[in-house]
């Protein structure tokens, strides 16, 4: 709960503020039942206008500066806890920015955004009740017993007795309701997870007609989850009657008692009715209270949640150690005895790896699938850390750059090509907010966007939808490669990027690339030979190892894993 006491502390003003106003409407409450039993007893019982007249105008003032005060307090109430919502939400989220890809599969995407949606809603909505209540249901609960006490220490009991028969049954369900209330957060992260997985893979789903399979799948999450609420409603259900026959039982006694008091001579009808009055104050507050206490479980649990995240120490973090000096005649990119290991994993994914590349040359990496192409361009990311050896731009090792430097040095297209909902021109000045037109139209030009942007008919301003599923996969390919290319950096990692194009258009593409970038390194991962025969140096991996590296002619002469995928794509 240490973020909770820490916006507390710097909300501090606004917060005694709040309490202020709401102990004012606790006052304010607490009064109107003895100024209840004046007006009975010293103006109607004995017909006594100018008293009845007096006492209403005092109810008149304290009703309205009650309800002013209750109102101010409950907008500020409200006001703190959407602070509180958003204080959470924009923690989560910076959070989200420093995790490495380990961290995400760890956690998973689904429950991150659980955490950042429902687990933030329900602590934002509880806190602000809480909050309400805190300074209140205390206040009133033990102002109403004394109150009660002076005018019949029996009447005092009974509403003892009452109060302590509520907070133990309360306290023996909100107790059970809590393990529950945990469970019932990770059943919907699973359900989150298979909404997520139905709809961005509805595809794949209808082509394989695994429609109804998938509505098993999903049916059976909601009915796990439905048991646990259905049981956590249960015990809810058997609270409320039992504070309504609680506070039933009360009301009968202590009428029974004012009744048999009043007949004695030794209370007043305006005095029963006061005590009825505190008893109902008394009551109301615990069941606020309660109906309050029931949503505290879930929001301990998602407080939990949101703090085991904002608790993670990020794996990847920027160096302190920044002594190295950028030398101009070390190679643009090297690596140097490289392996890497996922977590878990006895064997390494890139063994033992070393080569370099100098300003201006296009590398090109293949090999089959899962020998760790992509893994590299993670690594000079470093979307990973390296588990050995040493990666450097420059001569500088990149864990000496801060990661948002090393970033900006590299323009990235991954394998799958993503938009982000908006248009064109937003989605390409992701790579450099700062870019001018033209820069935004040579980047097109190279990529071979230009000409189908030109058709549209807003341009640039075209509207992209999420994902962009407005657009087919060769052209959001060369969106993602014009993004990229905005960026102006001194290494482009294509990851088989060309996939989606036709020959042609990868042709020209990459005759582009070479004649616009002569001092970029143009790292091009791919599965065609046709994309990777011109480049400068093909690195050929097999199983995480280098097993080739230099120009196409010689790895079809020198290198067997090279001539086993060349055969196999070409008549060789």
Known sequence: MKYLKQFLKEKKGKVVLTLSLLLGQAIGTLLIPFLIANIVDNGILKGDITEILKIGGVMLVVILITTSVATLGSYYSADLAAGLGYEMRDKIFRKSQELSIHNFDTIGISSMITRTTSDISNLQQTFGLALQLIIPAPFLIVSSIIMTSNISKTLAVVLIVSIIIFIILAWIIVKKSIFISTRVQKKLDHI??????????????????????????????????????????????????????????????????????????????????????????????????????????????????????????????????????????????????????????????????????????????????????????????????????????????????????????????????????????????????????????????????????????????????????????????????????????????????????????????????????TKAVKLIIAQRVSTIMDADKILVLDEGELVGFGKHEELIEKCSVYQAIAKSQMNI
């Open 192 to 517: 989150n997870q298979v909404i997520r997985e139905n709809i961005t893979g509805i595809r794949v789903i209808r082509a394989f007609g695994n429609e109804r399979y998938e509505e098993n799948r999903a049916g059976d999450s909601y009915k796990e989850y439905s048991i646990d609420m259905i049981k956590l409603n249960k015990l809810f259900a058997i609270l409320n009657p039992i504070i309504w026959l609680i506070i039933g039982l009360s009301m009968v006694v202590m009428l029974w008692f004012g009744g048999l008091f009043s007949m004695q001579g030794t209370m007043e009808i305006g005095q029963i009715t006061a005590v009825i009055e505190y008893a109902i104050i008394t009551l109301s507050y615990l069941i606020l209270a309660t109906s309050t206490s029931v949503t505290l479980p879930k929001m301990v649990s998602c407080f939990n949640r949101i703090e085991e995240v904002l608790e993670i120490t990020p794996e990847i973090q920027d160096s302190v150690t920044k002594d190295e000096v950028i030398n101009k005649e070390a190679p643009a990119l090297s690596f140097e005895n490289v392996s890497f290991y996922y977590h878990g994993a006895e064997e390494p994914v890139i063994k033992d790896l070393s080569f370099s590349c100098n300003e201006g040359e296009t590398i090109a990496i293949i090999g089959s699938t899962g020998s760790g192409k992509s893994t590299i361009a993670n690594l000079i990311l470093r979307l990973h850390d390296i588990s050995n050896g040493k990666i450097s731009i420059k001569g500088v090792n990149i864990k000496n750059f801060t990661q948002k430097d090393l970033r900006n040095k590299v323009g990235y297209v991954p394998q799958k090509a993503l938009l982000f909902s908006g248009t064109i021109e937003s989605n390409l000045r992701m790579g450099n907010e700062k870019a001018t037109i033209n820069e935004i139209k040579k980047a097109l030009n190279i990529s071979q966007s230009e000409a189908f942007v030109n058709k549209l008919s807003s341009g640039l301003e075209s509207s992209v939808s999420q994902g962009g599923s407005n657009f087919s996969g060769g052209q959001k390919q060369r969106l993602a490669i014009a993004r990229a290319l905005v960026r102006e950096a001194e290494i482009y990692i294509f990851d088989d990027s060309f996939s989606a194009l036709d020959l042609k258009t990868d042709l020209a593409l990459r005759k582009s690339l070479k004649e616009n970038m």
